[in-house]
């Protein structure tokens, strides 16, 4: 079928990273029994690494789709901004309980944050719009195969993330699928960016 001649479903070694972070959360769950874990942990700093990667990556892309890059630069640092509450995890931490933080309406000012937020992906979309990035994602699907890996990955990490979050109250779960989602849209980004040069 011509369908599948334009699906990748080998395995590319930038899905290492997410495969590990699939095996660790396993051990965690099933070996150590571990369902809770706390906020700015080890874990959530290592989903803002993920994130600061895609960045860079895509800010720095060689592909000739450069606007499209821009654009997912764009998007990686407005979610590690969310991942980062978009400042309140440095600044707004309550004295004596590490894990809390105050929300903006604690400061004078602080509705001012939602704006700013409101207004850069207004910016964002804006981008998008004026320089047609749709037709750019277009012609970037018609010239490299899909990869399957990587977006399997990311619709089960949403998947578990969802679950975990409203049914099953599991932290571990919750933050790995997050961790296992950003790597992922980086190899996303990755495979996208090389072999579309």
């Given at each position: 079928?011509?369908?599948?001649?334009?699906?990748?479903?080998?395995?590319?070694?930038?899905?290492?990273?997410?495969?590990?972070?699939?095996?660790?959360?396993?051990?965690?769950?099933?070996?150590?029994?571990?369902?809770?874990?706390?906020?700015?942990?080890?874990?959530?700093?290592?989903?803002?690494?993920?994130?600061?990667?895609?960045?860079?990556?895509?800010?720095?892309?060689?592909?000739?789709f450069k606007k499209l890059f821009v654009f997912?630069?764009?998007?990686?640092?407005?979610?590690?901004?969310?991942?980062?509450?978009?400042?309140?995890?440095?600044?707004?931490?309550?004295?004596?309980?590490?894990?809390?933080?105050?929300?903006?309406?604690?400061?004078?000012?602080?509705?001012?944050?939602?704006?700013?937020?409101?207004?850069?992906?207004?910016?964002?979309?804006?981008?998008?719009?004026?320089?047609?990035?749709?037709?750019?994602?277009?012609?970037?699907?018609?010239?490299?195969?899909?990869?399957?890996?990587?977006?399997?990955?990311?619709?089960?990490?949403?998947?578990?993330?969802?679950?975990?979050?409203?049914?099953?109250?599991?932290?571990?779960?919750?933050?790995?699928?997050?961790?296992?989602?950003?790597?992922?849209?980086?190899?996303?980004?990755?495979?996208?960016?090389?072999?579309?040069?």
């Amino acid at each position: 079928m011509k369908l599948l001649e334009n699906i990748d479903f080998s395995f590319q070694k930038i899905n290492f990273i997410t495969v590990l972070a699939l095996v660790l959360t396993v051990i965690f769950v099933l070996v150590f029994n571990i369902q809770e874990i706390e906020e700015n942990s080890l874990l959530e700093n290592f989903q803002c690494v993920a994130l600061v990667l895609g960045f860079f990556y895509c800010l720095f892309s060689k592909s000739p789709f450069k606007k499209l890059f821009v654009f997912g630069a764009l998007v990686f640092f407005l979610m590690f901004m969310r991942e980062i509450s978009y400042g309140r995890v440095i600044f707004a931490q309550i004295e004596g309980e590490p894990n809390h933080f105050y929300s903006w309406s604690h400061f004078k000012y602080g509705y001012l944050a939602h704006i700013i937020i409101g207004l850069y992906i207004a910016f964002c979309a804006l981008f998008a719009l004026v320089n047609k990035l749709w037709i750019s994602g277009y012609e970037l699907i018609k010239k490299v195969k899909f990869p399957f890996l990587p977006f399997f990955v990311c619709v089960v990490s949403v998947v578990a993330q969802l679950l975990s979050e409203k049914y099953l109250h599991n932290t571990i779960i919750e933050e790995t699928s997050e961790l296992i989602l950003y790597f992922s849209l980086f190899a996303i980004s990755y495979i996208y960016s090389t072999k579309s040069k």
